[in-house]
């Protein structure tokens, strides 16, 4: 026994050693890294300090995307990235202004442009409710009705938080089910834009030179939040420093990273490795292809289709990396022996392998059930389309507000319906022409994949082809009108229910088919995963203690690590580049494609204009912090909470830290824009004196 403690607990140093020794980690606000800070160093931030950047910190919602921001005035101005903002900046554009292409600036309040579905919230509070959401899914006699009991207490949680219009109240689900805690947000929904560069120097390279360093991109813009008709005032915001970061220096990155899955046992990876991430490269392929397509027939619908493919694009290479990680025998290796370490630290606590030791089998045989149906999960939706998804969305809601608050999907409850309803009725402009292409290369995706005799197909379709579908619906309906979609909504789910547009009964027809697969996801899927991961998680807090951080789930998680730059190859990459680099690129590939530069940077190669500019000045950089695709805006600081970058992209040695940390020594980099960088372009290349004027308070 003594020999079999002894071993227990080398193995236990052994297995949480590495986390210490890397800047690894997305820890939330109320379990930050304080020891490795201190460990390594020598810093001890305040609890008022945490606070400070916590409420300095933003999340952006737009739909199913979004990322983070971080205020730079005490009134209501907010810096992100241009490819957060990018969607917002295309909806306010048209077709004989191109605010994506051309850029945009507002150097007084009145000329600011109101976005129409954006969302921003701060984290003002948050607390610990596992007891009694754990408590409620103990009482259910099986994983169903420990599901539903589990899923009407956290109902139950947030409608007692409930408060005025502008607070929010959510209970985020961590270490997968190890613990449950309540978050209150404010809420900011008049949001307007400031300025935003042209796409090209935004996302200069393109494609190309995406998830890669060195890199040379004014990825930024700004946003401002109003209440009541006027600049929102701010008490929490960061001081900008004008020089920035330099090499060697400390660096924290708050912000909302998007997803993880470090914690997914073995036989949950190999079903991402084998089956979901190749149907979703399918899926993204085809969609891309579609927008491709639609924006060879001109200039007007090239604009239109733009964002969407951009976005795709983005995430297929994400996606490549991710992959390639998982088919990387050396990493799977070591999620391998990661899993192994922790089943021999279990078998040797009787108790624990009492409690805990069935867990991963309960998740493995769960897990056997999804290939025969995961064909069906990644193509029986209307969620290609916007308006497609509206539609969709129009009858659930009518479906799900009559039901009881606990018994609605999550999107429809009490607490979400405002952002629901924020994105039914957004005044943005919708391209019937291009979500008519959209639907019918959709449909036909569906059919090929699935088969003509598919349920989810049969209802699309309804006998004619999916062509003729898409073209029957898109053409027929109106919720391309924005106050159609408002009076629909406030007549309330009878008139939804009874209306005859053809895309809301196309939606009406695939809906039951949709609402089987999702509940054949909770009940054979998730109700099981959720208990399984719940007992996983308390052997891990068993081993680790609160030494592990949980999975990102786009909510406010705070990361940190060093600027510094890498070898790769035979060779060394700096920490950071300078505007002569961007001349350099632009002017080695002659002004072409994608390296081109836009006109107003064109114009200062002429001799007086570089005199002007200070091309030594830093302009991207890099850090060892542990991000993810979310973190896209999140503010770079120093010890001081001082903003010396904005994190916007990922080297391509980082892609395939969503499933486990790819470490420093093997050149994974975060990738930011510096703050003395963005401060120069403001300054001499685009003179917004007012902007600057603003963040730099003088």
């Not at 026994?1 to 690894?24: G, V």
């Not at 890099?622 to 080297?651: C, K, Q, W």
Request: hydrophobic letters at 40%.
């Amino acid at each position: 026994m003594k020999k079999r403690i002894i071993w227990l607990t080398i193995l236990m140093i052994l297995i949480a050693i590495p986390a210490l020794r890397a800047d690894e980690g997305m820890w939330t606000f109320d379990n930050p890294p304080l020891r490795q800070w201190k460990e390594k160093y020598g810093f001890e931030p305040s609890q008022a300090w945490l606070d400070h950047i916590r409420l300095s910190t933003v999340r952006l919602s737009e739909g199913a995307g979004g990322g983070t921001g971080v205020f730079v005035s005490p009134d209501g101005l907010i810096m992100t990235n241009q490819h957060v903002g990018r969607g917002q900046v295309s909806k306010l554009s048209t077709g004989g202004r191109d605010l994506v292409h051309d850029g945009f600036y507002a150097p007084a309040r009145e000329q600011e442009l109101k976005c129409p579905d954006l969302e921003v919230n701060v984290l003002i509070a948050y607390r610990n409710v596992t007891d009694r959401v754990q408590a409620a899914g103990r009482k259910g006699a099986d994983d169903k009705q420990s599901g539903a009991m589990r899923q009407a207490e956290i109902a139950a949680i947030e409608k007692e938080a409930a408060g005025p219009a502008d607070l929010k109240a959510e209970v985020v689900t961590l270490y997968n089910g190890g613990e449950y805690w309540l978050y209150t947000f404010k809420r900011y929904t008049d949001i307007r834009l400031v300025f935003s560069p042209e796409e090209q120097i935004a996302y200069y390279g393109g494609d190309y030179d995406n998830f890669t360093y060195p890199r040379y991109c004014l990825d930024i813009t700004f946003f401002r939040v109003y209440e009541n008709g006027a600049p929102a005032r701010i008490e929490h915001y960061l001081e900008w420093s004008a020089n920035g970061a330099s090499e060697g220096d400390l660096v924290i990155v708050p912000g909302f990273p998007g997803t993880t899955q470090r914690l997914l046992t073995v036989s949950q990876l190999k079903y991402q490795r084998d089956i979901a991430n190749p149907l979703q490269m399918q899926v993204w392929t085809s969609r891309r292809d579609v927008l491709k397509r639609y924006a060879e027939q001109g200039a007007e619908q090239a604009r239109q289709a733009s964002p969407g493919r951009l976005s795709l694009e983005n995430s297929i290479k994400r996606l490549v990396g991710q992959q390639a990680g998982l088919e990387n025998p050396r990493i799977f290796a070591k999620k391998e022996e990661q899993e192994a370490a922790m089943l021999r630290a279990i078998a040797a606590n009787p108790a624990w392998q009492r409690e805990y030791g069935g867990a991963w089998r309960q998740i493995d045989d769960a897990y056997s059930q999804l290939p025969g149906r995961a064909k069906q999960i990644a193509y029986a939706s209307l969620t290609a389309s916007r308006l497609g998804t509206m539609a969709s969305n129009f009858i659930r809601y009518a479906a799900q507000s009559a039901l009881p608050n606990e018994k609605r999907y999550e999107e429809f409850r009490d607490n979400r319906m405002a952002a629901m309803k924020l994105s039914l009725l957004s005044t943005a402009p919708v391209y019937t022409a291009m979500e008519e292409a959209i639907l019918a290369g959709w449909l036909e995706e569906a059919q090929k994949a699935l088969g003509a005799q598919d349920p989810f197909v049969r209802a699309a379709l309804a006998g004619s082809t999916p062509r003729e579908a898409a073209g029957k619906a898109i053409s027929g309906t109106k919720l391309h009108d924005p106050a159609f979609r408002k009076d629909l909504f406030e007549r309330g789910p009878s008139a939804i229910n009874q209306s005859r547009d053809p895309l809301l009964e196309l939606a009406r027809r695939v809906e039951p088919v949709i609402a089987e697969l999702r509940q054949w996801q909770e009940e054979a899927i998730r109700n099981v995963e959720t208990r399984a991961n719940e007992q996983i998680a308390r052997a891990r807090f068993g081993v680790y203690g609160k030494n592990l951080y949980p999975d990102a789930n786009f909510n406010l998680r705070i990361e940190y690590g060093t600027v510094s730059g890498y070898e790769e190859d035979t060779t060394l990459v700096p920490f950071r580049t300078t505007f002569y680099g961007l001349f350099d690129r632009a002017t080695g590939f002659n002004q072409k494609p994608p390296y081109q530069l836009p006109e107003r940077y064109r114009k200062l190669t002429a001799e007086q204009g570089q005199k002007r500019l200070d091309l030594s000045t830093p302009f991207n950089f890099v850090y060892t912090a542990d991000t993810i695709g979310g973190n896209s805006g999140s503010p770079v600081i120093n010890r001081n909470a001082e903003l010396v970058g904005i994190n916007f992209d990922s080297n391509i040695q980082k892609l395939p830290n969503r499933y486990l940390y790819i470490d420093e020594n093997e050149g994974a980099r975060a990738v930011g824009v510096h703050s003395a960088g963005i401060l120069e372009a403001l300054d001499k290349i685009y003179g917004a004196d007012a902007l600057i004027r603003e963040i730099r308070r003088k």
